[in-house]
């Protein structure tokens, strides 16, 4: 797959950003024209954080209503707040604890998973972990993981963590 809008969203603090540039930076690296946007003006007091995550030939960063076709959300109730984004046939993958009633939605509780794993700020990835477990993305996880090597060169203990993350969430599926 080589054109896909992501939502990617969350609250202030989980790292929404991160793992937006991470995805981005996994196109670049495999050649891919990418765009980003984000929006997180409360972000430092827990605010939502919503970044627009658009890799192929678009050229407008931000992803339309209806247009997405997937939604990671790191907050459960961020699920039916941006549903709205998704075409309909998109998916979600969410950190929440119980199943979801909407449809193409697959949840992780990715908080409890973070605190077994000794690393309560690895949510994100271990939910990124879990939607690309699921083969609709435009990378896969070791093209994310030769990226985490490459930002993460020269932090052998952060590094592993968050290797770590990622490979929980794709356990988990």
């Known amino acids: 797959m080589t054109s896909q809008q992501l939502i990617i969203s969350g ?8 793992i ?8 670049i690296a495999k050649e891919l024209p990418v765009l980003t946007s984000e929006t997180h003006g409360m972000a430092q007091r827990g605010g ?19 247009q997405a076709d997937g939604l990671i959300a790191l907050k459960p109730g961020n699920m039916k707040l941006h549903h709205p984004f998704l075409k ?10 119980e199943p ?12 409890t998973l973070a605190l077994q794993l000794g690393n309560p ?10 939607a690309l477990s699921m083969g609709r993305f ?18 052998p203990a952060v590094l592993e963590g968050a290797l770590a993350a990622l490979a929980a969430g794709t356990g988990a599926a």
């Open 11 to 18: 609250v202030g603090g989980q790292g929404i950003l991160f």
């Open 20 to 27: 937006t540039r991470l995805l981005a930076e996994t196109a």
């Open 48 to 66: 939502i954080v919503i970044s627009h995550l658009k890799v192929g030939t678009f050229s407008s960063p931000l992803v339309r209503p209806g």
């Open 88 to 97: 309909p046939d998109g998916w979600i993958t969410a950190n929440a604890v």
């Open 100 to 111: 979801s009633p909407l449809a193409g939605v697959v949840t992780i509780d990715a908080d």
């Open 121 to 130: 700020q690895a949510v994100n990835l271990i939910v990124l972990g879990r």
């Open 138 to 155: 435009f990378c896969t996880k070791d093209e994310v993981a030769k990226v985490l090597r490459r930002k993460l060169n020269g932090k």
